[in-house]
Nanobody, 120 residues
Framework: QVQLVESGGGSVQAGGSLRLSCAAS????????MGWFRQTPGKEREGVAA???????SYADSVKGRFTISTDNSQMTLYLQMNSLKPEDTAMYYC??????????????WGQGTQVTVSS
């Protein structure tokens, strides 16, 4: 099995930055794709960003130009650099890996999440 552990969340003021990390360990993925999702109470889970084996990326319109997803394959670590944070970015952020059906399909492995809170 695969274990994903997120870190880097916290509380920041609007306009600030955070860098989330997701360390993967265990079995190798069947398909290489990793992504970040976020969820707030009462709202549907939202895909934030994803990256595949070719380095191709996908971003939600709401974060384009502000967030950057990247991966360090040698260390099996996923990152999400979040700049110009807004209060609406407040959410629990989840790391996910292995998407046999593609970026917009289901992911096989999930982390426990890290809270990001942006105050105004």
């Amino acid at each position: 099995q695969v274990q994903l552990v997120e870190s880097g969340g916290g509380s920041v003021q609007a306009g600030g930055s955070l860098r989330l990390s997701c360390a993967a360990s265990g079995d190798r993925f069947s398909t290489y794709c990793m992504g970040w999702f976020r969820q707030t109470p009462g709202k549907e889970r939202e895909g934030v960003a994803a990256i595949d084996s070719d380095g191709s990326t996908s971003y939600a319109d709401s974060v384009k130009g502000r967030f950057t997803i990247s991966t360090d394959n040698s260390q099996m670590t996923l990152y999400l650099q979040m700049n110009s944070l807004k209060p609406e970015d407040t959410a629990m952020y989840y790391c996910a890996a292995d998407c046999p059906a593609g970026f917009h399909g289901d992911y096989r492995y999930w982390g426990q999440g890290t809270q990001v809170t942006v105050s105004s």
